[in-house]
T-cell receptor
């Protein structure tokens, strides 16, 4: 089992919809969780970090963490075509990544 | 500098050649990470430094891969006797702290290595 698992996708949503991206992890001791966005041909860029159980909101993005279920998710509200990218989940201080979920937002 | 800087941006190597990839992290960042990313895949962890100490090198695919960060700042990833399967983008990232809050990593632009 990989340390970090993500829905491989691809995920397609219409413009204006909510996109939901999910990530599970194996190490119960993980304390730090991150979501990155990667456009084709570019490097990953940080969207959100979350350290404690519950929700954390930043603009159209909400990260949700449930340590008991070893689950972290990212919701994107009012999805825009510019949100089309691969979304990567990273766990722990040593930054292990999932394989990423490719999101397409259709106009 | 303002961000993580990697050089060269592109490298073409003949099979069997040795290559060295450089990473300049954000000034003052304690942690430094190297990843290998193949097309359509997520970044695969290679190795992790905390200051000059290499705390985890479990992701290095073979003994042809070697990384160092002798003064706790600039890091070099060296690949000896390159093979075609080494062709990938090599990403470097750094973070301010090693634990707790502030462990977000920031990435360089990557080095695209092509072995011919």
């Amino acid at each position: 089992q990989k340390e970090v698992e993500q829905n491989s996708g691809p995920l397609s949503v219409p413009e204006g919809a909510i996109a939901s991206l999910n990530c599970t992890y194996s190490d119960r001791g993980s304390q730090s969780f991150f979501w990155y966005r990667q456009y084709s041909g570019k490097s990953p860029e940080l969207i959100m970090s979350i350290y404690s159980n519950g929700d954390k909101e930043d603009g159209r993005f909400t990260a949700q963490l449930n340590k008991a279920s070893q689950y972290v998710s990212l919701l994107i509200r009012d999805s825009q075509p510019s949100d089309s990218a691969t979304y990567l989940c990273a766990v722990k201080n040593d930054m292990r990544f999932g394989a990423g979920t490719r999101l397409t937002v259709k106009p | 500098g303002a961000g993580v800087s990697q050089s060269p941006r592109y490298k073409v190597a003949k099979r069997g050649q040795d290559v060295a990839l450089r990473c300049d992290p954000i000034s003052g960042h304690v942690s430094l990470f190297w990843y290998q990313q193949a097309l359509g895949q997520g970044p695969e962890f290679l190795t992790y430094f905390q200051n000059e100490a290499q705390l985890d090198k479990s992701g290095l695919p073979s003994d042809r891969f070697f990384a160092e960060r002798p003064e706790g700042s600039v890091s070099t990833l060296k690949i000896q006797r390159t093979q075609q399967e080494d062709s990938a983008v090599y990403l470097c990232a750094s973070s301010l702290r090693a634990t707790g809050m502030g462990t977000e990593a920031f990435f360089g632009q990557g080095t695209r290595l092509t072995v011919v």
